[in-house]
């Protein structure tokens, strides 16, 4: 069945650069002749039926916001057979027979198992500020995250360097440590704590047995946040009982790290994804998340960008030990 109709959804945790996504997905889809409709809360639109059909006009003057105009949500209905059914037959009411999805893992989990379901493409853009999905060496919104998490430590370093403390910064990431690591490096900070490194080692003993009081006063230690060790305020706790003649801070950026506009990294990117799904639904190609990989458009199956093993380069935590001297 040839392709006519194409819905657009966000979905997850929303990222600088969806914008300039769904602006990609519309344009490229109107020029190569399909119609576009938008889904609003992700797939919790398709369940309610908020949608919208879009005309360029439509993302005129959205390439520079952060956010997502299509609004997005987790939706708990959609993990189920009868929500997805619900889903399908919206879809089939309103004539939509592909679906773009801009998220992450969850999100694209999602499409993986809908579009087995259901006779219907997906195709994956790969959108969230923590980099975790496989397949790509970056996601939609990293960059710009990375950028904003830097401006704020610059900021941290100067009450830091004032009153020679200790400062635990706590980082987005959910199970990954890619923000945490390369703002550490990007921020002069002197260490970073991440999930990958782990089972390896105790981090934070080994940051101190480093004396990294030798040529310094004042520190800055970039905490990936994780469910499994409580993030930095039990670092900073650990600190306080094993190390109580250091004076420690801790600041937890938050969700600051998801807004604001998207930098041009962000925006180029999002706009050559955008475009590369068009591609891929006129290949006839199905059930792909569109990546980039050594500055080339690839297309990686669900069940490989989804996977939760995205290799970070530990190397980089050497390269960070050696330049916080
Ligand atoms: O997946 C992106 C992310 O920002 C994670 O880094 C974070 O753990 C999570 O979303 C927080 O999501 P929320 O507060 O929207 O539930």
Known sequence: MKTKCIGILSSGGDAPGMNAAVRAITRSA??????????YRGYEGLITGEIEEFKTQNVSNI?????????????KEFRTPEGRQVAYETLQREGIDAL??????????????FGEEYNIP???LPGTIDNDLNGTDTTIGYDTALNTIIECVDKIRDTATSHDRLFFVEVMGRDAGFLALNSA??????????????????????????????????????VAESPKDGGAMHYADRVKNEYPQYDVRVTILGHIQRGGSPTANDRILASRLGAAAIEAILDGQRNVMVGIQDNDIVYVPFNKAIKKDKKIDKGLIQVLNQLSI
């Open 30 to 39: 109107i020029y190569n002749g399909f119609s576009v409709k938008a889904i």
């Open 63 to 75: 390439i520079q916001k952060g956010g997502t105009i299509l609004k997005t949500a987790r939706s």
């Open 100 to 113: 773009v999805i801009i998220g992450g893992d969850g999100s694209l989990t999602g499409a993986r198992i």
């Open 122 to 124: 997906c195709i994956g």
């Open 185 to 222: 490096l990007a921020s002069g900070a002197e260490a970073a704590i991440i999930p990958e490194d782990q089972t390896d080692s105790d981090q934070l003993e080994e940051f101190i047995n480093r004396g990294f009081r030798k040529s310094k006063k004042s520190s800055i230690v970039i």
